[in-house]
């Protein structure tokens, strides 16, 4: 069956062919289940290449686990945790980081999704006090649900911050290769280098069937995390498959042709965008995504013919997404059907 | 790389070449990530098929979460959930269970891994007193996890007690097919027809790469079962791949086969094993796991040898466990080491 | 020993004469423990009589239990419950409603304490869709944190909002006695006749040892609060000495007297206080509290001598509370030490 | 109103006169609210004085509360607590331990009600194994749900079992006076210095209107317990009439008095009911509480005319408790109306 794609979210993509090459060659024979095997071994010893050799690193199925999980080892159920209100801890996890934590998420307002000091100052209280919510983490999305990026700079005044109040950074890294590649740094500039202490690093979103990280820069927060991934129903026992994928997609740049292509088919639909004067873009594009205003009349149309989502309906206020697997052409035939459809 | 094939989980295995094949084919193009795809609506059909038209079926990445997320939506955090001692959400899930559903386990001792009225009457009371945890699940596991087998009847009479007391039937069928087809059954017989009313239903063991289900005979539990499953962190967005898996697993017979040759390799085990008088089988071997002690001085050198788990470290009970890619050749060569080793 | 009145808060006063005889007169030989003795019965007519014969009633021994307990039983863990940013459950509770309930607590910002329709709608969508918390409760404090309150009509809207939706109005009534006297309407003209579903009523604030109340207008959702309260460690086994309590309180007017008391004592200071030019008012005294902005520098030496709260440091702004002990020559010798200090 | 006594339980008593007089006494003033004021330290340093200057102490209102929130803090929601089938935090919390933990609990069957090491060693293992739930806690009570007692040596060996695995002792003392008065040894002998790690020590049942209370004798484990008390929903505002009353309680041997006259009664009713040949005393009478087999039909004429509860339908086994507050006289006239019922 032949799947048209669209511009609804990279994780409508499928498998990058390289990825499910290292699917069936680690389909050999018997290893022991749960990760104590080669493929585990060799894909946490290509995440020390790129993250730093002091790093902790845990394989889970899904995003929103290893953010759930990794929030929760590193919480008490008195603790709160800081994010943006678009965040995907606050607004696309179904309230995990709550339930399963226990603890208090408070979101922040923001233009971009992007965080600052300034506006976390008012929540950052109350130390001591029994009656609150103990501030412990602070939550960024690297990038943002907004597609905007935090430069190394931003990140590592968030991290200080954190840890002035001994309290941590956590990155929400689902398509973290994506900012990497639009600020042009190596993964440790924006996370080991850059104050973060828990990071959920996801390769689903570029390329690979499944497969999620959790990546811990201070090791003692990992150390009842195996614990906390059994009972957080994440340990896979075929657990070679995902590591196979994580390995292949940290080997020749893998991850950096996936992220530089999805983000360079984002400026390019950006570009063709800008043109349209029916169309006003409502974020910086530095990631894969393009934010825009149109005219909601249109919006049926084009969505009968191509997935996206519409982000606030009030507004208008769409968002096209591209991926590792979105070609020029697709960029091209869509932005041809909305000029037609928006004239 | 080569691995060699051991007997120390079915889990230990790869994945049949069918199921990877059903996945190939599904990579292509873009489709709606979260499970609202063809690949998914096929393979629901497929379970119907199999289990009835009534079921609503959820499809999640491991067999903890379809047993913890399929007990948490049927119950309430001051409901009791009664299992065999042995049984895998009592023993193996790190609390899970307790955890997320915040419910009691109250485990029950048994000879066999199987529980019965008996055995249960003593914990199946207190109904309306508000100091005690109020009984509302019987969880069975099928087969046990000690490898033998509830027939329809028992399941029946357990499914019958349960409803007497507004309770009800769970059953973890992690490896359901090894069971039906050692009883020659249909699944239905012993699920929608014998009164189980949730069902973990895995796939992983018996030649998946990953993929588990929940299946409801219960419509009215699964209302709310997909926001459990997504706060849960079990929605997988690539959703496809574990559908496609599904629908071959369920077509041509293949879970069938499988099961009916790790069954066999079980049994071929089971034989060989008798022949020698330094083994004793402690278990029926009704689907694929031998049960045996041997003198505890020789198991560090089989397991030199062969992944297997030693069960009982007190008795030297170790579990031998077959699976879909075990061979008659793998049988002969390991049991000829035992005899060389043990004589 | 003797203690001076403060005007910190309601909860620093203690017992009123004729609660502490109703504990006196309870106090005889032997009765059942947990609730089914006579006092629980007579203390739940006499709320019967209050708040109308359908509901449901059942006591708990603190204010964040009745909150957090009142909250638990009415949702499920996928939910959400949207409140005022001030409001109890949001700041004073340590998270405890999301630890207990699992659910995602959402902050609405307001001036003066209230939420209303324009500010939850923002948050009142996701229906069905599983990756966001499911709106279930809009919780209102009365009087508010900010010592206002809502009008009949105010919560009647707010209920049919939340009805209209298949939402519950929860209401957090610590004080509610305070703001029944306010607005001079009856119990039920707040409550059971204005759409609220569910009410914490509380006692402790206003003469009594240690006595809250859950109250469920919708008697299916008290099902199961039993059971939510004992597995809530709030089953007190003397519960013979609240129900004492809450009979005595609504018994000849005690409630209201004390009321009535406390909010003229708050009306007293506050016109006392707006004859201070230095000294600003920042929210409507409707109840029992007086908020004010005063020159930081006199904050220190007032509280030298005096209990009462910094309510927003960057601000200056204080509250000052009445109780039903307080007396006019406790306010004027506090208003006289405030007009020597700050002149 | 005069009610009898009957003999269902301690905790169907009132408040000893001298516990009374000290809430009155407290009555005076205002006060801060939460434990911060005279009344507390008070108390406190009355607890000091029998348990040691070293520990740390917190006053909850609930025994439930007492015994979930200190295990709560002392674990993580991977740990398992081991305690006796009859515990009160196995049977007679609703699951609360799970619930509000998140842990496994493990129940050991016992003929009396104390564990030892040999039924503890089958669940004494697994640690470092991400499958299982890691043991952390033992919990006994003192007395046991049975009435027996643990010697000081039982429990030092306890304690030194529990410290050799990296657990930590659990004692639920609520009716702690009555075992040490059995014991005729001091508070210390039997918690500080026999090893144990949390206590929950009650006085409800032994004269006070209400107060349990949390004590560390390792203070690290106390660290965050006033964020778990106050999310727990156990942070009472009038706190200083739960100290007023341990003050009391803790002053002049009155606990002491109370517990030795509700032990004396046990014995006395004992030996009244052991000339009995119908009756047949089925644990040692250690404490408060007596448990007896008599024939089933005899016992609805009895609780027509006495408040006690079968322990034990199918065996006709019942728990005849004394209190401090039982007279010479109610033992007579009771077991007078036995004989003449059973003869």
Redesign the interface.
């Known amino acids: 069956?032949?799947?048209?794609?669209?511009f609804?979210?990279d994780?409508?993509?499928?498998?990058h062919p390289d990825i499910?090459k290292s699917?069936?060659?680690?389909?050999?024979?018997?290893?022991?289940?749960?990760g104590d095997d080669?493929y585990t071994r060799r894909a946490i010893l290509k995440i020390k290449e790129h993250f730093g050799k002091d790093v902790e690193v845990f394989f889970v199925?899904?995003?929103?686990?290893a953010n759930?999980?990794g929030l929760t080892v590193s919480t008490?159920?008195?603790?709160?945790i800081i994010c943006a209100e678009t965040a995907h801890i606050n607004?696309?996890?179904?309230?995990?980081p709550?339930?399963?934590s226990?603890?208090?998420?408070?979101?922040v307002e923001t233009p971009d999704g992007k965080i600052n000091i300034g506006s976390l100052k008012k929540h950052v209280r109350g130390f001591g006090f029994?009656?609150?919510?103990?501030p412990k983490i602070i939550s960024i999305s690297q990038p943002t649900e907004l597609g905007t990026v935090y430069s190394p700079d931003e990140i590592n005044e968030l991290g200080k911050y954190a840890h002035k109040y001994n309290m941590l950074l956590h990155m929400d890294g689902a398509r973290l290769s994506n900012a990497v590649v639009s600020l042009g740094v190596e993964f440790k500039d924006i996370t080991a280098d850059a104050g973060v202490d828990i990071l959920s690093f996801g390769g689903?979103?570029n390329g690979m069937?499944?497969g999620e990280s959790v990546i811990f820069f201070n090791r003692k927060l990992a150390e009842?995390f195996?614990?906390?991934?059994?009972?957080?129903?994440?340990?896979?026992?075929?657990m070679r498959?995902i590591s196979a994928q994580f390995e292949t997609y940290l080997t020749n740049d893998l991850w950096k042709k996936n992220a530089v292509y999805a983000n360079n088919m984002a400026q390019l639909l950006y570009r063709e965008l800008s043109e349209l004067k029916q169309i006003k873009i409502t974020q910086k594009v530095q990631s894969n995504s393009v934010f825009a205003v149109l005219p909601g009349k249109y919006i049926k149309k084009l969505q009968d013919e191509y997935?996206f989502y519409v982000w606030d309906e009030g507004k208008s206020e769409v968002r096209f997404m591209t991926?590792f697997?979105t070609t020029e052409e697709d960029i091209y035939t869509f932005t041809q059907f909305i000029r037609q459809t928006v004239k």
């Open positions: 069956m032949k799947h048209k794609r669209g609804a979210s994780n409508n993509s499928g498998i499910l699917i069936e060659r680690a389909n050999s024979g018997h290893v022991i289940a749960y080669i199925l899904t995003g929103t686990a759930v999980l008490n159920t008195f603790n709160s607004v696309d996890e179904c309230g995990g709550e339930n399963f226990g603890c208090k998420v408070i979101p029994e009656h609150h919510s103990q689903t979103k069937l499944f009842n195996k614990y906390i991934r059994k009972q957080g129903m994440q340990l896979a026992s075929k498959f997935f991926s697997d």
